[in-house]
Nanobody
Framework: QVKLVESGGGLVQAGGSLRLSCVVS????????MGWFRQAPRKEREFVAA????????YYADSVKGRFAISRDSAKNAVLLQMNSLKPEDTAVYYC???????????WGQGTQVTVSS
């Protein structure tokens, strides 16, 4: 059974930083690309960032490019999302996922709330 557990969300002022962590248990972590998605109230879930299975390639939504950084730690079976220069519009529940294509994700974490105050 594959399980993804996020942590690191919280309340931060605009311009601040947070780091999200996702620990994966079960399955072969090193064989899969991993992604972060987010869902704001009354909006569709959207792609934020992804990292290839090797960690060599990263991908970002235009809205977070230059501010967020995704990485993976294979020794800890973890995926990290460093979020800098946060904006109120980044407020959402952030979800870790196995996969990067919203339509093809096969496992999701439970989500962690990120709230950015103006």
């Amino acid at each position: 059974q594959v399980k993804l557990v996020e942590s690191g969300g919280g309340l931060v002022q605009a311009g601040g930083s947070l780091r999200l962590s996702c620990v994966v248990s079960g399955g072969r972590f090193s064989s899969y690309a991993m992604g972060w998605f987010r869902q704001a109230p009354r909006k569709e879930r959207e792609f934020v960032a992804a990292v290839s299975w090797s960690g060599e390639y990263t991908y970002y939504a235009d809205s977070v490019k230059g501010r967020f950084a995704i990485s993976r730690d294979s020794a800890k079976n973890a995926v990290l999302l460093q979020m800098n220069s946060l904006k109120p519009e980044d407020t959402a529940v952030y979800y870790c996922a196995r996969g990067w294509d919203l339509q093809r994700v096969d496992y999701w974490g439970q989500g962690t709330q990120v709230t950015v105050s103006s």
